[in-house]
């Protein structure tokens, strides 16, 4: 098992920037495929991007491909998103989730481990 504790969200306005840090703690970083989501209100939990536990592979959602960039430093336990022209409809909680030695997937039920998430909040 992996705890999983994000940061770096707030209050942007429209055309910034954020970058989100998910540090974790536990089992080897590096055993992990890496995952980024997040949910707005009323919608269901919704992929943004995945890393490989060495980096090789990765994949966005098509909304943020382009914008938003994932990647990882396993020497410091920790995975960032780069959100760069952020939009209103960017606004959302964001979580970090983990999988345990498999390949990088958008499906959120195949990650185990899960963050508290933390707000983003993009102002027109």
């Known amino acids: ?69 994932i990647s990882r430093d396993n020497a410091k336990n920790t995975v960032y998103l780069q959100m760069n022209s952020l939009k209103p409809e960017d606004t959302a909680e964001y979580y970090c989730a983990a999988r345990f030695w498999s390949g990088i997937t958008t499906d959120r039920g195949q990650y185990t481990d899960w963050g508290q998430g933390t707000q983003v909040t993009v102002s027109s």
């Open 1 to 69: 098992q992996v705890q999983l504790v994000e940061s770096g969200g707030g209050l942007v306005q429209a055309g910034g920037s954020l970058r989100l840090s998910c540090a974790a703690s536990g089992r080897t970083f590096s055993s992990y495929t890496m995952g980024w989501f997040r949910q707005a209100p009323g919608k269901e939990r919704e992929f943004v991007a995945t890393i490989s536990r060495y980096g090789r592979n990765i994949g966005y959602a098509d909304s943020v491909k382009g914008r938003f960039t």
